[in-house]
């Protein structure tokens, strides 16, 4: 079907020839015409794009490098003659792919939320007369009607009247600000123009009427949800790294196994021999319960964090948080309370803030400024415009409360706030009070204080304050407008209000500092205010530079600014700038958490590593963009997160270390037996090693994912995004220290039990030889051996550096669980007649078990020791003074 749909206009040519393009006129449209106009462009509503073919992103997650490693596992368990494992695995590859799916189409959810902006019914005006239209059905050369609470439905020129509208949703902007119909400027952005309001914004006062110029797709609220589709969510760190360490495991079993199919062979083994030795070694190299355990590992942390007030929608995400390096964030209501507070009064004989106590001499300033007000009260809470109800409650600071039933009983006119004007007025019986912009207020003051009020205006406004000027006369008698009301006023003072930064927010930056963090404020607030609030809580190092107009700033400023060791105020930021912030950050290797609650968030939430939305004072928009949202909007939950992802991201090591230690002594039995040509008889079996890599080994993996952050976590800086989960450290403490001894332990324990009997190389030991039952005795210590070391490297991989000392014995209650499972396990594998016989095992006699019983032992030992030599030459390289 060919799109009909037609470019908007621009709204800012003059208003004659914009109602030419738009062929629309004061009496509006006919019903005829719109009928015709709702055609070609279509309904007023945000479009979604096409999805993706389930069955593709269904085949995409069961292709997946570890998915496809479980495929092997599973085709080899078959291959071994258990096909009940076989089914097994293959449930969890298809539990993983659907539970992967479901996290796939958050901007389509985006765009759908985006819509849900649009209100269902709207004014306008068609065949000369006003009448209630579906949103939907606007089109654009509507004149559209607006007031007070009304949710705007497309993107409107003002052509009379003066409405102030709550713009926050779009800029980020605090404070409502005014648009009124008058000529257009283009010096100045879209959504700066006073003569513009744009859908999906809320009018809280005035009225006024005006010419629709877009609608749907081609809103600004249109082409943010296009900006939010078009950004593309790249792969998590931990997902890159998984699938390079998918690969390299893939690659390991798949070439071990050949190349010692190939020794067996040729040194003499019988081809039957051989194969059960190449699938041994591919079996023994394949993790089957490294995808279900880091899957369940960042579930558990998913869990966590929302206990601590942060909901994660996607489970990579955890990880991401823990390898975030810089966080952008909004100010309103994320640095700060999100709520005005009365934070400095002047007169022109005296001035107070809040650090003083008992500010006294103010009662005419307080009486002035509540008496214009309209806040009422709910219960206990006060109700009504955020600034008026900081006005109120500075009364009591004031130490004048203010009685609010009684001020309405002397009101006898009420001027409300006109956003033309800027001012608002009430009248009683015998005095006006007026309140409003400095510049306003003193306009229509004629006392000789209006220069000191200037000068002081200035001054609060620089320490990022709102300032209202409020002014009193006497009267007579009710003045009949607003002309008459508000002259020849006398100045009764100054307020300067502010939205104070949460108390916790300072600890929480300085632990960023300490985490090697930095952090930017993204807003589309003033500089001055933003700047002011990111000083009081610490953001600021080793220096602060403020960015007063970010949507003017070109790539290359922004490449310049954002490569230097600073902490930047972007103030007066638009969505795309946010986006371009995100861009450049992540270009130049930065993983980047971005926080925001409004529309225009959305894209870059999206686009960032991991975008943190506003759980109470959110937009659904920016929450279904986001991957994390906060339930208590708070920025300290931010770092909790961060120091939980860094937990996490350090337990899915300590358990990849923990099954790649054991993979050396489930690969040196067949070794051995293929290197010996079979005159040493094979020390594991395949369905041995199958038992350990699904029953023994899992629960004591998946305890380590719930492991308690070492100390020192957030003292460190964040990892490089290159740096991957697998490092030759790693690798060599797993198979050349760990894995290393516990082979040499339990080769040992197999000839020991051999020799005992009187076995010597070659000699027979198959069934019905003299030898059998102490070879099944030998496999059977061979097969326990491994469990037990996997006690002491359980205990050795708690901690990469630290002394178990450190973390307690005791401090992982599930993992001591998890040991008390895989033995109880094992000994069920080991005593109990029909597994015996399944998995070639016998019981095993008193001194066998004294032979393992310091195994765990030697193996903690071992590694305790070698952490306290890494930590002695850490301090030696450390230089003097420096903090531990």
């Known amino acids: ?34 009928d015709r106009r709702l055609t070609v462009y279509g ?73 849900r902006y649009l209100p269902e019914q709207a004014r306008v005006v068609r065949d000369d007369r006003e009448q209630p239209v579906q949103a939907r059905d606007i089109v654009p050369g509507d004149i559209l009607l607006l007031g007070e609470g009304d949710k705007v439905p497309a993107d409107v020129r003002l052509t009379d009247g003066a409405v102030e509208v709550d713009l926050s949703m779009l800029t980020g902007e605090s404070l409502p600000v005014s648009r009124a119909a008058g000529p257009s400027d283009e010096r100045v952005p879209a959504l700066r123009e006073t003569n513009l309001v744009f859908s999906g914004t809320t009018c809280v006062g005035g009225d ?68 059960t030795f190449a699938i041994g070694l591919l079996v023994a190299n394949v993790p089957e319960g490294l995808l279900p355990t880091i899957t369940l590992a960042l579930a558990a942390g998913v869990r966590s964090l929302a206990r601590r007030g942060a909901v994660v929608k996607r489970l990579s995400a955890v990880e991401t948080l823990g390898s975030t390096t810089v966080i952008c964030t909004d100010k309103t209501g994320t640095l700060t309370r999100n709520r005005m507070r009365l934070q400095a009064v002047w007169t022109p004989r005296a001035s107070a803030d809040r650090s003083t106590e008992h500010p006294g001499g103010f009662g005419e300033l307080a009486a002035a400024m509540t008496e214009c007000t309209t806040v009422g009260r709910d219960g206990t809470a006060l109700t009504g415009d955020p600034t008026e109800v900081a006005l109120v409650e500075g009364a009591d600071w004031l130490g004048h409360p203010a009685d609010l039933r009684a001020r309405d009983e002397r009101r006898r006119a009420l001027f409300r706030f006109d956003p033309l004007l800027r001012s608002m007025s009430v009248a009683t019986d015998d005095a006006v009070y007026a309140k409003g912009a400095p510049e306003a207020v003193l306009a229509r003051v004629s006392d000789p204080n209006r220069e000191p009020a200037r000068a002081e205006a200035t001054a609060l406004a620089r320490r990022g304050l709102r300032v209202l000027a409020v002014a009193t006369r006497d009267i007579r008698e009710i003045p009949r407008d607003r002309g008459d009301a508000e002259r020849d006023l006398r100045l009764v003072g100054l307020v ?30 003033n500089g001055v205010t933003a700047a002011e609030v990111a000083r009081q809580v610490g953001i600021g190092h080793p220096r602060l530079h403020v960015v007063a107009e970010a949507e003017r700033i070109d790539d290359r400023e922004l490449d310049e600014l954002l490569a230097q060791d600073q902490e930047i105020v972007f103030a007066r930021s638009s969505p795309e700038t946010k986006l371009r912030i995100a861009d450049t950050l992540r270009a130049g290797g ?61 337990n899915v090591r300590k358990f990849i270390l923990y099954i790649f230690a054991h993979a050396i002594p489930e690969i040196v039995p067949f070794l051995i037996f293929a290197l010996s040509g079979g005159t040493i008889p094979l020390p594991l079996t395949v369905l041995q090693i199958l038992a350990i890599d699904l029953g023994t080994e899992t629960l004591p993996a998946l305890a380590l994912g719930r492991e308690p952050a070492e100390p020192g976590v957030m003292s460190r800086p964040p990892r490089s995004r290159e740096e991957s989960v697998i490092t030759p450290g790693m690798l060599a403490r797993a198979w050349g220290f760990l894995g290393l001894i516990s082979a040499v332990l339990v080769m ?29 005795e030998a496999t059977t210590v061979t097969f326990t051996g491994i469990v037990i070391c996997q006690v002491g490297t359980a205990f050795a991989a708690r901690t990469e550096r630290a002394s178990l000392r450190d973390v307690g014995v005791f401090g992982n209650p599930l993992l001591l669980w998890g040991i008390v499972f895989e033995l109880a396990f094992t000994a069920a594998l080991v005593y109990v007649p029909p597994f015996q016989h399944v998995f070639g095992t016998t019981a095993l006699s008193p001194e066998d078990i004294g032979l393992m019983a310091a195994f765990p032992f030697v193996v903690w030992g071992a590694d305790e020791l070698r952490r306290l030599v890494v930590r002695r030459r850490a301090a030696a390289r450390r230089p003097r003074g420096a903090a531990r």
């Not at 939205?499 to 404020?521: F, I, N, S, T, W």
């Not at 198959?766 to 039952?773: I, K, T």
């Open 1 to 34: 079907m060919t799109d009909l749909r037609i470019p908007s206009p621009d709204p800012r040519e003059p208003l004659s020839l914009l109602r030419h393009d738009l062929d629309t006129g004061p009496r509006g449209l006919s019903a005829r015409e719109a």
């Open 43 to 115: 309904p007023n509503e945000v479009r979604r794009r096409g999805r993706r073919s389930l069955l593709k992103e269904l085949v995409g997650q069961l292709a997946h490098p570890l998915a496809l490693l479980l495929w092997v596992a599973a085709a080899l368990a078959y291959a071994a003659g258990t096909p009940a494992l076989a089914v097994a695995i293959v449930a969890v590859i298809l539990l993983n792919a659907v539970f992967a799916l479901l996290q796939e189409r958050q901007a389509e959810r985006a765009v759908e939320a985006l819509a």
């Open 208 to 275: 006024a009427r005006g010419v629709v110029f877009a609608t749907g797709d081609h809103t600004e609220l249109g082409r943010i949800a296009a900006l939010s589709q078009r950004t593309v969510r790249e792969q998590s760190p931990l997902e890159t790294q998984v699938k390079r360490v998918a690969w390299l495991i893939a690659l390991v079993a798949i070439g071990m196994g050949a190349l010692f199919l190939i020794i067996g062979v040729t040194s003499g083994m019988a081809l039957a021999a051989a194969l």
């Open 496 to 525: 300067g209000l502010y939205d104070p930064p949460r108390p916790e927010v300072p600890e929480a930056v300085r632990r960023c500092h300490d985490a090697g963090l930095r952090v930017h404020v993204v807003t589309g607030d």
């Open 590 to 650: 930065s993983v980047v958490a971005m926080t925001g609650d409004g529309v225009n968030d959305a894209p870059a939430l999206h686009r960032a590593d991991i975008g943190v939305a506003m759980g109470r004072s959110g937009t659904d928009v920016a929450r279904e963009a986001a991957t994390m949202v906060l339930t208590d909007d708070d920025f300290a939950t931010i770092v909790a997160a961060i120091q939980a992802g860094r937990r996490v991201y350090d």
């Open 748 to 776: 040992a324990a197999f000839f020991a039990v051999l020799w005992r009997a009187g076995w010597h190389p070659g000699d027979p030991t198959g069934p019905g030889s003299p030898l059998h039952h102490a070879y099944l």
